[in-house]
């Protein structure tokens, strides 16, 4: 007896291990069951279901069988090759089972499965290579957002004495880029920034726009007169584009306390916001041609001054906004809905614009859009903003204000202003 109490004790130890070793495997197996469901897709596993209980029903034997197929066919479309292996193998076996239940004859019921085998293999790769050209596309996407941060790079909420704002948006939205341009930046000389369009779309367009960001970048920091930063952009495309290519650009400086500058090449007019809600359309006293055209014609740009007092508002944007169109081919009402939408956070004015833009399309813009707003806050707001680093101070040449057009007149007494 006490040589089995020993035997008996050199038992106990081992049973634990067994019970732990079983509960390791059945955890592992609901592991696997539920990666395995959740790898299986609803809808076609819906779709054998239906047509399983169709052929319950009607007991129709092959006329319903073949249907079964439908089943990975989808599953290639919604889930990968694991999601479509389950599916097929799910209709083989019910395809089995009725099979033989209705009585089909074997040669029959051989073909069924043979053509269910050869879609679900032939779905397991197309879904495989679907997944493919999805990880390579987000690839490309992310290189594509990689190079439009160093290329179009983000604005701050404040730059120098102003609020600023900015919506991006490219027709391509695959690659997440396109031929708008815009940049702002402070300067010896005043905050100065550009908002442009270049002709074409793809990555010619691209490259065009670096070279006119960078051009204007270093020409901003260098050149004390915003004509000759204009200058610059010029000669560098005369000597890079082709005969048919241009860029569209307003170019814009703050050199002194009260005044903005404005220089137009082609491009669409700025909208200037009065702190009273007058929306007005800076129109060029004198058009210019588009950059990259100076030598085909004798305009050459003229320089705007305008008056920029506390809480106006200065819009900038490409004609990928105007030039929207609803179904009904109506163009976006730009200067309609910046008066609609207009506030003291610019960021806001622009979401809610941006918004309704994309209401306006349908959901997609056919074009690239840029919406750049610039706000120089009022008195009472301006002590929680940095001001004035790097303005020049007030110097002695003449400043002209030149006449811009009202669009949506608020106020009666802006009349005056806007003459």
Known sequence: MSHARDRGGDHWPIR??????????SAARKRAAVQLAAGTP???VLIVSVVVLIDVACGAGTIWLPLLAAGPALAAITSGPRGVLCVGLLAAVLGATLGTRDGVPGQELTAVLSALAAVTLASGLASAL??????????????AEAAQHALLKPVPATVGPFQVAVRYSAAAAEARIGGDLYALVPTPYGVRLIVGDVRGKGLPAVGTAALVLGVFREAAYDEPELLAVVDRIERSLARNLGSDDFVTAVVAGYPQAGHLEVVNCGHAPPLLVRESGAVLAVEPAHPAPPLGLRALTDETPSLQVLPFADGDQLLLYTDGVTEARNHGREFYPLAEGLARHLSADPAA????????????????????AALLLLRQPALSEAAALSRGRGLRKAGSREVRVLPIRPLVQ??????????
């Open 349 to 368: 004015t622009l979401t809610a614009l941006h918004d309704e833009l994309l209401a306006h399309v349908g959901g997609r813009l056919h074009d690239d």
């Open 410 to 419: 608020t106020a009666p007494d802006e009349k005056s202003e806007a003459g």
């Open 42 to 44: 609803v809808l076609p």
């Open 16 to 25: 634990p291990s067994r019970n732990r070793a079983a509960r390791a495997g």
């Open 130 to 143: 679907r997944g493919r050209r999805e990880r390579v596309l987000a690839a490309v996407r992310s290189v």
